[in-house]
């Protein structure tokens, strides 16, 4: 099984407040409203131009 890959993230101050009161109100870690946003872009993506590799 492979492992979890990490990727280190630097956003500005604001970002990551805004980004932590979305987080909060959605009951979910920053990490977590991370990988959300980040697959529902990818979704997006899928429908629009078909299947990523």
Known sequence: MEKDKHLGLRIDSDTHKKLKSLAEYDGRS??????????????RHEKKYGPLI
């Open 30 to 43: 920053i990490n977590g409203e991370i990988l959300y946003l980040i697959r529902q872009a990818i979704i």
